[in-house]
T-cell receptor
Framework: DGGITQSPKYLFRKEGQNVTLSCEQNLNHDAMYWYRQDPGQGLRLIYYSQIVNDFQKGDIAEGYSVSREKKESFPLTVTSAQKNPTAFYLCASSVDRAAWGYTFGSGTRLTVV | AQSVSQHNHHVILSEAASLELGCNYS??????LFWYVQYPGQHLQLLLKYFSGDPLVKGIKGFEAEFIKSKFSFNLRKPSVQWSDTAEYFCALVPSGGSYIPTFGRGTSLIVHP
């Protein structure tokens, strides 16, 4: 079945450590996105990529980094510079820049202690 | 810059009640509009979308939404809710042009009591 796989589902890290969240899609979608979901704040865009080897900052990119070396993969690194990293992270993809709807992964809940 | 407002943050209904969730947007050009639903423990899934044409859009599970351009609104409706509609609902906007990056509202949490 085609879809987006995010792993792991739950992640715990100590404060000050960088952590990388995985996002893989087998939909052959060009565009991929990372969102952060916090209660009462909806989905906020962290980074997005519309083609391989290119990505752009979203609304809340500070403290995060990404790479897009392959079309199917768009990992997100939460760095120690992110002041409030505990959150639910969602990866999404869409067919192309026209974004005729998005497919979402099941998310990763990151807890930093 | 575009924005999406969902004024109802929490809605509690009894089964068979009618539902209307508000969504207003701010953008100066042509827009594509979406409603997504997130059931407890599940990923976001598309309920319905509007691109052009008939402003009344029908989606899955008996949901519909009406695009009213003059009011910058895209409210979601269902005539009779079920317990299984308990979920979080997100309205989203994508400008028709430019970067095509979606902006989501803050979401509305719907609880339906059996």
């Amino acid at each position: 079945d085609g879809g987006i796989t995010q792993s792991p589902k739950y992640l715990f890290r100590k404060e000050g450590q960088n952590v990388t969240l995985s996002c893989e899609q087998n939909l052959n979608h060009d565009a991929m996105y990372w969102y952060r979901q916090d209660p009462g704040q909806g989905l906020r865009l962290i980074y997005y990529s519309q083609i391989v080897n290119d990505f752009q900052k979203g609304d809340i990119a500070e403290g995060y980094s990404v790479s897009r070396e392959k079309k199917e993969s768009f990992p997100l690194t939460v760095t120690s510079a992110q002041k409030n990293p505990t959150a639910f992270y969602l990866c999404a993809s869409s067919v192309d820049r026209a974004a005729w709807g998005y497919t979402f992964g099941s998310g990763t809940r990151l807890t930093v202690v | 810059a575009q924005s999406v407002s969902q004024h109802n943050h929490h809605v509690i209904l009894s089964e068979a009640a009618s539902l209307e969730l508000g969504c207003n947007y701010s953008y100066g050009g042509t827009v594509n509009l979406f409603w997504y639903v997130q059931y407890p423990g599940q990923h976001l899934q598309l309920l319905l979308k509007y691109f052009s044409g008939d402003p009344l859009v029908k989606g899955i599970k008996g949901f519909e939404a009406e695009f009213i351009k003059s009011k910058f609104s895209f409210n979601l409706r269902k005539p009779s809710v079920q317990w299984s509609d308990t979920a979080e609902y997100f309205c989203a906007l994508v400008p028709s042009g430019g970067s095509y990056i979606p902006t989501f509202g803050r979401g509305t949490s719907l609880i339906v009591h059996p």
